[in-house]
């Protein structure tokens, strides 16, 4: 008695073997002086990214979203001036 054919399977679906990697690349500096160094350029660095958002959002005051732009200072001038006044009477 002659048998039908074999069936063929499907091989299972290969499984991705990387992983994403997480966390901090940056390997921190083992020395103290290293990471004194480390850590007072990145207040540097931190202070000066703030200062050019700063300057970023007094040109493109429109943007209601950014802070310190030219709506911020209409606000602080007529809070000054309110202050003035009531300071002067």
Known sequence: ?????????????????????????????KKLALQKQQRSNKKHTSGLTAMTEKSLAGRAGHLE?????????????IAAAAKQA????
């Open 1 to 29: 008695m002659a048998q039908g054919q074999a069936k063929k399977t499907k091989a299972p679906a290969a499984k991705i073997t990387q992983r994403k990697q997480t966390g901090n690349r940056v390997i921190k500096p």
């Open 65 to 77: 979203l950014l802070r310190g732009g030219k709506k911020d200072r209409k606000e602080i001038a």
């Open 86 to 89: 009531k300071k002067g009477q």
